[in-house]
């Protein structure tokens, strides 16, 4: 699936697929580069194989040459959705993958009829942020010291699904 981001930054092509078993690690080592706090293996494969949770990669290039660029973990066990995880490889972002990813989540819950997403992100993630108010999320409430290494509030958000 296929999704336009609009944006003036040159758009790399990629495809968007449901994560494999074999994908697990390159999916941890994204996440190793960019949270403070990495999901492991184990909370990877309990995503890829859970009931509820879809675990979709960004992958770019074509049959055997083709690379991890970007993920998007989301958990949807009933009307209410949470947005779990989004990572995007250093060196491409700018270029669409985010919004892309966030494109096929919404289309996927609406699709599934679901009525609602809901997220944590730092507070001073101001790019995040950004990407989530493109995508209607408000901001509803904050959670006080929700993370370490460095400790910050959280700003949780929410978007109605239409």
């Given amino acids: 699936m ?7 930054a040159p758009i790399i092509t990629i495809t968007i697929k449901e994560a ?7 999916i941890v080592e994204l996440g190793e580069k960019i949270f403070s706090n990495p999901w492991n293996e184990e909370n990877v494969m309990a995503s890829i194989f859970g009931t509820y949770d879809k675990v979709m990669v ?5 049959g055997d040459g083709q690379a991890l660029v970007g993920y998007i973990i989301y958990s949807a066990p009933c009307e209410d959705c949470d947005l779990l995880r989004i990572a995007v490889r250093e060196d491409v972002r700018g270029r669409g993958v985010a919004t892309q990813l966030m494109q096929y989540m919404v289309y996927d819950l609406k699709k599934n009829g679901h009525e609602s997403i809901m997220l944590e992100v ?18 509803i409430s904050r959670r006080k010291d ?9 700003v949780v958000m929410k978007k109605y699904l239409e």
């Fill in 20 to 26: 494999e078993e074999c994908q697990a690690i390159d």
């Fill in 122 to 139: 730092r507070e001073s993630n101001e790019k995040a942020i950004a990407l989530y108010e493109k995508f209607d999320f408000d901001e």
């Fill in 58 to 62: 960004a992958m770019e290039g074509d």
């Fill in 146 to 154: 929700y993370y370490r290494d460095p400790k910050e509030d959280a």
């Fill in 2 to 8: 296929s999704f336009d981001d609009g944006g003036a």
